[in-house]
C-alpha cells in the first residue's frame, strides 16, 4: 500500500556537520543505524522532505575537504567520495581516462543536480536506474569503505545488493571509488545509451558498454552494464564471454543479445512493463557496444 | 528546538540566523527572510522554481538544508539588480522578449542563465537548452525564454565590445 | 461593435512591452504565498490512502496535543457548520464536502485538516492522527462505472452516470444512408491536466470586527465567490476576494473551492488568519485538478472524394469521484463539434460518470482539445481509408472562406476566417514539400518517420449557455464582463479590472485598448484588480476571452469617458458635437482648432468646475461598462441549437517527428504553426500563448497521465511520474500569424487564449501515426509513452 503522503517537510533530526573522516564516522558508529549521511542531498532530500527517510541524526560530509577531489596515480584513478557531479564531469583526469564515466555523469540530470550531486552519494544511494553506478560498475571499479574498525574496499560487482541496498554497513562512510588506470596507447572504447521519456530524467533503460581491441581488432576486454532492468544494475558476463577474441561485429553483438535476458529480471510500473525493459535492455546493449568498438577502432 | 546558529552571505548582505536543522534553505530563504520571488513548484527536487546561486552555480534550494547554507555565499532573483536596483542585462532581455508569463518559473530561469551567460556569452542553442533543462515551464512552452537569454548574451556581448 | 477595417491603430497589434513582466523578473510578484498577514497559521492536510474506504473513526487527540498545533478539523466536524459545495449539474445525492465524509472517494481524498504554528509542526501533527478505515472495492475504470451496479461512488445517486445525454442536429440517419462509405474509430485522451508549477493557495482572514472574510487565492474561477458563500453558508457580501493576487499559471483548473471553505472556515474559528498552501503531492492527488478523461466512439460518413458528411459520437468521460464542473467540459465543445468543416449533420451522446478518482475540473478548452483530436483523427482516418492526401482531403472539407459567417448544425456560427489561408501559410512556413522529402529520405534510411496535420478550431468569448443544454433548468443566459475607468484630477487615467490574471498579460490587454482609444501612451494608464466586493461583473478570465470581453468593455467605457469629454467640449465652446475633434485628450473646433479644451482642462471642469459642467452631467470623470457576450442571451431552440461562443481562432499545425523504432521514443524534431485569432492586441502575449499552448498539447500527447492502479491506487503525485515537458522536449517553433478580424468585437480580436493546446495533440498523433503508417500500425489513444509506441512495433504484449 503506497502512501500518498501529505508531507514534503522532513521530520525532526539532530544535525552533525562533521569537520573530519574521524567525526563523521564516530557519528555513524554512535548512530546506532539511525544515522545517515548528507553528501550532495540530492537524493536524500526528497526522501527526507517525503518522510520516506526518517533518521535521528543527519551527519553532514561536505565539509570535510579531504572527501573531495581527484588523483591519477600509475594504476589508478581516485575520485574522492563527495567529489561534486559537475567537477568530475569537467575534470581533464577523468575525460581522459575515464571516459565512460563522463558519459555517464553527462547525462544525470541537469546542471543543478549535478552541482551538488556527488559521485559518492550516487553510489551510496544505489538507484537501479542511476548512471553512475551503471557506469562504474561495467569499469569494475572499487569502493572503499571505512568504520571504526578500519577501511575495506569492496568492488563494485559485489558491491551492489538490491534496489537502493549495498554492501556498505551502516556504520560506514563511502571514502573513495577507485577505477584502474589504463594504458595510454591502450584501444579502448566507451558507450552509454539510456532511454527516457525526458532528457535528464533517471533511465527507463540504460546499458554502458567498454571494449578493447588488440592491433588486430581482436576483442581483449569487454565490459558490459545494463541497468533499469533489475534491482541492480547487472553485468551481463555471459555476453561478455561471447565477445572477447574475436573482431566483433554488428552481427556478433546480435548474436550475443540473448545473454541479457538470462541475467536479468525486470519488474513492471507505470513507465515501462518488464516485457518492454528486456527488449530495449537489447537495444541499447548493442547501441553502447557498437558505440564502444567505433571508438576503440579509431 | 534544536536551532543551529549559521551565518551567510545573501544577495552581498551578510545574514545571522538560527534555524532547525530540518528547515529546507528554500523554506529558510522565503519565510525566515522575507526573500519571496524563490519560488516554491515541487519540493523534490524536479520543477527548478526554488533555483538560486550558491557559490555561483546553479543549485534546487529545496534540495538544500538551510543549515548546510552557513558560511556560504547565495545569489537570489532579489540580487541579480545592479547596486542601484535597476534589473540587469539578462532581466531586461526577458522583459523585452517576453520570456515569461504568469512568472513562477521566471526567478529559477534567471538564475539558470545568468550562471550561464557568466561563463559565456555567446551559448549555442544546446547550451541554453542544457542550462535551463532543469528549469520546467507550463506556460511559455520555452521560445521566448530561449530567445530572450539569445538578446541578452548578444546585448552583453556588443557591451563587451 | 466593430471598429473601421481601415482605421490606424497605434497601440493595438504593435509589439510592446508586457508590464506585468517587470515585477516578474525582479521577483516582486505577489503570488498567494507571499501574502503575508501578522500571526497567520499554517495547514496541512491528511490524504486518505485508500481509494474507496468507510471512515469507521478519526483520533485527533495526540495531533491536537503537540506542541504548536492550534485545531485539528474532520469531515465530521465540518459538515455540521457547512453545506456541500454546489456542483455544475444539479446532483443532489452527489454531496461533496472539503472533508470526506463518512465515506473517502479516492486515493488522496482530504480526510482531516491541522492548523499549527507552521508547516512543519503541521506534518508532524498529520503523522498523529489516526484514522481506522474499513477499504472496499473501489469502480476505477469508466465503462465498468458505466455500467456498474454495486460500486457506486455515491449510493444515494443510484448509478455512477452523472449525466447521459442525446443530441441529434440534422438528418444523420439520412446522411448516413447516402453516404458511399463510413468507418468506426475508437480515440482515448487520457487522464492528464495542465499542471501549473504553482499549486493552489489559499490565505483568509476573518475580521470579527468588520464581519469581512478577506481571501487571497491563486485563483481562476468565475462564481468563486458564491460558491464559498454558498458552502459556508455567508451572505455573498461578506467575503472580500482579492483579485490582484498574481496566479503562478493556471490553464483552468485553479478552482479552488474545498481549500478556500478550509480556511475561511478555520480563520472565523480560531480569529487569526490561516493559510493552506497545497504541497505537490497533495495538489496532484487530492486537489481535484484533473482533466478530461475521455473515450470517444466514432462513426464517420463520407464520400468517395472524402468529403465527411455526418458524425455520430459518442463520448464518455471519468470525472472522478467528485465532479465539480467537469461534466460541462463534455458540453462546450459542441460549440465547434464539427471542427472547420462543411459537416452536414451530428448525433452526440455524452455521458460523464464517476468513479473513485481525484475530481476532473475545467482545463484549458473546457474538452475542446479532446474533441478536436478525435475530429482531426476523424478526418485522417477518412483520408488513410481512401488513399487519399490529408492536406487534401481537409482541403476538400474546411469552410471556405466566402461562406462566413457559418452556421454550423448544432446552431453556433462561425464569426470569420480564411482556413485554406491559414493552412497555406502553415505549409509554407513548414517548407512543406521539404519536410515531405526529409521525411522520406528518413523512411529510406531506415527510421520512422511522420509529419503530423492539425485544423482546429479555438472558440472564444465565453458563454455558458451550454450548461442549459446539459441541465434545462439553468437559464443562464448572462455572460459578462466588466470594468471601470476613471480619469483623476490630474488626468490620469486609471482602468479597474474585475478578476484574476494568470500570465495572460490583462494589465496590458487593458490598458493597449484604453490608450489606442482614448489616444495615451498604455504606459501611462495604471490597471488595478478590484476586489470582489469593490468590482464590477465579472465571469472570469476562462474561455479564451478576455481579449474580447475585457476588450469589448474597456471600449466601452472608453467611449462614455470620450463622449462626457466631448460633451463637455461642446457646452464650454458652443458648438455641436459633430464640430468637434478629439485627438489625444485635446478636443477642438474641427473649423477652427485654435478654439480647444485640453485634457487638462476638461479634468479641472470635471470636478472643479460645476458650474461648467452641461446641465444635468454629474461631477467626476469615469465611465463603467458591462459588455455582454456578443451573441449571447439566448435559449437554445427546440432542436438544441445555440449560438455558444461567439468567436472562432483557427490554427493549422506541421509538426514532424521521428521515432525511435527500438525504444519508441518520439522526438519533435521541428514544429510549424499558423495561427489566426483576428486581431492581435499584443503580438508577445499571443505568441506566448500559441507556442505555451502547444507546449502543453505536446505534454497530453506524449508524457503526461494521470495513472491508477487496477484498484485505484494513484501512482502519479510527483513530478518524477507526472511527466511534464522541459526544453528538450520542445522543438524550435516557427509561427506565423493570420488575421481575419471578428465583426463582433471592439478591435476585430478573438480568443487566444487556450491557444496551441486545441490543436497540438491531434498534430503530434497524427505525426505518429504518419510516421507508424509503413508499419502498417496507428496509435489512438493519449499520451503515446514511448513503451506503447515500442511494444506497437515491436508486437510485444505489453
Known amino acids: 500500500m503506497r502512501e500518498i503522503g501529505g508531507e514534503v517537510k522532513a521530520a525532526k533530526f539532530d544535525y552533525i556537520l562533521a569537520r573530519s573522516i574521524e567525526e563523521a564516522v564516530q557519528s555513524l558508529e554512535k548512530g546506532g543505524g539511525e544515522a545517515v549521511i548528507i553528501a550532495g542531498g540530492q537524493t536524500l532530500m526528497p526522501l527526507l522532505a517525503m518522510r520516506l527517510a526518517r533518521p535521528a541524526t543527519v551527519i553532514d560530509i561536505n565539509g570535510i575537504t579531504a572527501l573531495s577531489g581527484i588523483e591519477a596515480g600509475e594504476h589508478e584513478v581516485v575520485i574522492k567520495a563527495c567529489t561534486r557531479q559537475a567537477m568530475a564531469l569537467a575534470s581533464p583526469l577523468v575525460q581522459t581516462h575515464l571516459p565512460l564515466l563522463a558519459k555517464a555523469i553527462a547525462r544525470v540530470g541537469h546542471q543543478q543536480t549535478r552541482n551538488r550531486g556527488t559521485v559518492g552519494g550516487s553510489l551510496a544511494h544505489a538507484d537501479p536506474a542511476s548512471e553512475i553506478p551503471l557506469a562504474a560498475l561495467a569499469m569494475d571499479a572499487r569502493i572503499s569503505l571505512r568504520s571504526v574498525a578500519g577501511v575495506r574496499q569492496v568492488a563494485l560487482t559485489d558491491y551492489f545488493l538490491g534496489p537502493m541496498m549495498t554492501a556498505r554497513a551502516d556504520d560506514e562512510l563511502m571514502l573513495s571509488v577507485h577505477f584502474s588506470r589504463q594504458p595510454s596507447q591502450a584501444r579502448i572504447g566507451t558507450g552509454f545509451h539510456e532511454v527516457s521519456e525526458r532528457r535528464g530524467d533517471f533511465a527507463v533503460v540504460a546499458a554502458a558498454a567498454q571494449v578493447q581491441l588488440d592491433a588486430n581488432g581482436v576483442c581483449t576486454t569487454a565490459a558490459l552494464a545494463v541497468g533499469g532492468v533489475d534491482g541492480v544494475p547487472r553485468r551481463i558476463n555471459g555476453l561478455e564471454a561471447q565477445l572477447l577474441g574475436s573482431r566483433i561485429d554488428q552481427d556478433s553483438i546480435r548474436a550475443t543479445l540473448p545473454e541479457i535476458a538470462n541475467a536479468i529480471t525486470p519488474g513492471d510500473d507505470q513507465h515501462a512493463s518488464a516485457a518492454y525493459r528486456r527488449r530495449v535492455a537489447g537495444v541499447l546493449a548493442e547501441r553502447a557496444l557498437l558505440e564502444a568498438i567505433a571508438e576503440a577502432a579509431q | 528546538m534544536n536551532k543551529r546558529e549559521m551565518t551567510l552571505t545573501i544577495n552581498g548582505k551578510a545574514y545571522a540566523r538560527a534555524v532547525e536543522p530540518r528547515v529546507s534553505l528554500l523554506d529558510f530563504l522565503r519565510d525566515d527572510l522575507g526573500l519571496s520571488g524563490t519560488h516554491v513548484g515541487c519540493e523534490h527536487g524536479v520543477c527548478g522554481a526554488c533555483s538560486i546561486l550558491f557559490d555561483s552555480v546553479p543549485i534546487r534550494a529545496c534540495l538544500m538544508l538551510a543549515v548546510q547554507a552557513d558560511g556560504h555565499d547565495i545569489t537570489t532573483v532579489e540580487g541579480l539588480c545592479d547596486e542601484d536596483g535597476a534589473p540587469g542585462v539578462l532581466q531586461e532581455a526577458f522583459q523585452d522578449a517576453h520570456g515569461m508569463q504568469c512568472g513562477y518559473c521566471t526567478p529559477g530561469m534567471l538564475i539558470s542563465a545568468q550562471a550561464l551567460l557568466a561563463q559565456n556569452d555567446d551559448p549555442g542553442l544546446e547550451e541554453i537548452k542544457e542550462a535551463i533543462g532543469g528549469n520546467l515551464c507550463r506556460c511559455t512552452g520555452y521560445v521566448q525564454i530561449i530567445e530572450s537569454i539569445q538578446l541578452a548574451a548578444r546585448r552583453l556581448r556588443e557591451a563587451g565590445q | ?798
Open chain 3, 1 to 798: 461593435m466593430n471598429q473601421d477595417p481601415g482605421r490606424n491603430l497605434h497601440y493595438v497589434s504593435t509589439k510592446r512591452r508586457v508590464r506585468e513582466d517587470k515585477r516578474f523578473i525582479t521577483g516582486q510578484g505577489k503570488f498567494v504565498q507571499d501574502v503575508t498577514l501578522p500571526q497567520t497559521k499554517h495547514a496541512a492536510v491528511l490524504p486518505s490512502p485508500y481509494p474507496r474506504a468507510r471512515i469507521l473513526s478519526i483520533d485527533t487527540t495526540a495531533a491536537e496535543a503537540l506542541d504548536g498545533v492550534h485545531m485539528v478539523l474532520t469531515g465530521e466536524q465540518l459538515a455540521v457548520d457547512c453545506n456541500p459545495i454546489r456542483l455544475g449539474l444539479k446532483l443532489p445525492e452527489v454531496k461533496w464536502y472539503p472533508l470526506a465524509v463518512e465515506m473517502t472517494r479516492y486515493a488522496g481524498e482530504w480526510v482531516a485538516i491541522v492548523v499549527a504554528e507552521d508547516a512543519y509542526i503541521a506534518e508532524d501533527a498529520l503523522e498523529l492522527i489516526e484514522v481506522d478505515y474499513e477499504p472496499l472495492a473501489a469502480v476505477v475504470d469508466p465503462e465498468q462505472a458505466f455500467a456498474e451496479t454495486n460500486i457506486l461512488v455515491h449510493p444515494g445517486h443510484g448509478s455512477n452516470v452523472l449525466y447521459h445525454g442525446h443530441f441529434l442536429w440534422g438528418d444523420v440517419d439520412g446522411d448516413f444512408a447516402a453516404a458511399d462509405d463510413s468507418l468506426t474509430f475508437r480515440a482515448r485522451w487520457g487522464r492528464s491536466s495542465t499542471v501549473p508549477i504553482e499549486t493552489f493557495g489559499a490565505l483568509a482572514h476573518w475580521d470579527e470586527g468588520t464581519e469581512i472574510l478577506d481571501i487571497w487565492a491563486s485563483i481562476q474561477m468565475p462564481n468563486f465567490v458564491e460558491l464559498l458563500a454558498s458552502t459556508l453558508g455567508y451572505p455573498l457580501n461578506n467575503i472580500r476576494l482579492h483579485q490582484d493576487v498574481d496566479v503562478g499559471g493556471s490553464y483552468g483548473v485553479k478552482r479552488g473551492i474545498k481549500q478556500s471553505v478550509l480556511v475561511a472556515y478555520l480563520s472565523r474559528k480560531l480569529r487569526v488568519p490561516v493559510r493552506l498552501i497545497e504541497d505537490r503531492l497533495v495538489n496532484m492527488a487530492g486537489g481535484d485538478a484533473h482533466g478530461p478523461d475521455r473515450i470517444f466512439d466514432t462513426d464517420v460518413a463520407f464520400t468517395n472524394d472524402g468529403i465527411i458528411k455526418s458524425l455520430q459520437i459518442r463520448a464518455l468521460d471519468d470525472a472522478g469521484a467528485y465532479p465539480g464542473r467537469a461534466p460541462f467540459q463534455l458540453a462546450k465543445p459542441i460549440s465547434a463539434i464539427v471542427g472547420p468543416y462543411t459537416i452536414n449533420s451530428v448525433k452526440y451522446e455524452a455521458i460523464s460518470v464517476a468513479t473513485n478518482k481525484t475530481g476532473q475540473v475545467p482545463v484549458r478548452g473546457f474538452g475542446q482539445a479532446p474533441t478536436n483530436y478525435m475530429i482531426e483523427a476523424a478526418v485522417d482516418a477518412v483520408a488513410r481509408h481512401l488513399g487519399l492526401d490529408r492536406l487534401e482531403v481537409r482541403r476538400r472539407n474546411l469552410i471556405p472562406s466566402d461562406a462566413f459567417p457559418y452556421q454550423i448544425p448544432s446552431g453556433s456560427n462561425y464569426d470569420s476566417g480564411d482556413y485554406h489561408m491559414v493552412l497555406q501559410k502553415a505549409l509554407d512556413l513548414a517548407d512543406y514539400d521539404e519536410l515531405v522529402q526529409r521525411r522520406d529520405k528518413a523512411r529510406t534510411e531506415g527510421r520512422l518517420a511522420g509529419i503530423g496535420i492539425a485544423t482546429c478550431l479555438e472558440p472564444g468569448g465565453g458563454n455558458n449557455i451550454f450548461e442549459y443544454l446539459m441541465d434545462p433548468t439553468a437559464e443562464i443566459t448572462t455572460f459578462m464582463e466588466a470594468c471601470e475607468v476613471k480619469v483623476d484630477p490630474q488626468g490620469k487615467i486609471t482602468g479597474m479590472m474585475g478578476t484574476t490574471t494568470s500570465g495572460q498579460g490583462h494589465e496590458t490587454l487593458f490598458a493597449t485598448i484604453l490608450g489606442e482609444e482614448l489616444e495615451f501612451d498604455p504606459d501611462e494608464i495604471r490597471i488595478v484588480h478590484a476586489d470582489s466586493l469593490s468590482a464590477l461583473p465579472t465571469r472570469s478570465p476562462v474561455a479564451s476571452r478576455m481579449a474580447i470581453m475585457l476588450g469589448g468593455a474597456a471600449t466601452g467605457a472608453a467611449g462614455k469617458i470620450k463622449d462626457r469629454a466631448l460633451a463637455i467640449a461642446a457646452f464650454n465652446l458652443a458648438i455641436a458635437l459633430e464640430d468637434l475633434e478629439y485627438s489625444g485628450g485635446t478636443i477642438s473646433d474641427r473649423n477652427d482648432p485654435s478654439r480647444k479644451l485640453t485634457w487638462a482642462e476638461i479634468c479641472f471642469i470635471s470636478y472643479r468646475a460645476y458650474h461648467k459642467l452641461p446641465p444635468g452631467m454629474e461631477p467626476g470623470f469615469h465611465a463603467q461598462f458591462v459588455f455582454q457576450v456578443p451573441g449571447g442571451g439566448q435559449l437554445p431552440d427546440a432542436q438544441n441549437r445555440v449560438q455558444i461562443y461567439p468567436c472562432f481562432s483557427f490554427q493549422a499545425h506541421i509538426p514532424y517527428v521521428e521515432i525511435d523504432p527500438g525504444t519508441g521514443r518520439v522526438s519533435v524534431l521541428d514544429y510549424a504553426i499558423a495561427h489566426d485569432c483576428g486581431t492581435v492586441i499584443n503580438p508577445d502575449i499571443v505568441r506566448g500563448m500559441v507556442i505555451g499552448g502547444l507546449a502543453h498539447g505536446i505534454g497530453a500527447a506524449l508524457y503526461e497521465k494521470f495513472t491508477y492502479d487496477n484498484e485505484g491506487q494513484f501512482l502519479s503525485a510527483t513530478f518524477a511520474d507526472y511527466l511534464m515537458p522541459s526544453v528538450h522536449e520542445i522543438p524550435d517553433v516557427r509561427d506565423v500569424e493570420h488575421c481575419t478580424p471578428s465583426p463582433l468585437t471592439s478591435h476585430g480580436q478573438k480568443g487566444s487564449g487556450e491557444g496551441g493546446y486545441l490543436g497540438a495533440p491531434a498534430a503530434i498523433a497524427s505525426a505518429v501515426n504518419d510516421a507508424l503508417h509503413p508499419l502498417g500500425l496507428s496509435i489512438s489513444e493519449l499520451p503515446m509513452r514511448m513503451s506503447k509506441i515500442e511494444a506497437l512495433i515491436n508486437n510485444g504484449s505489453k
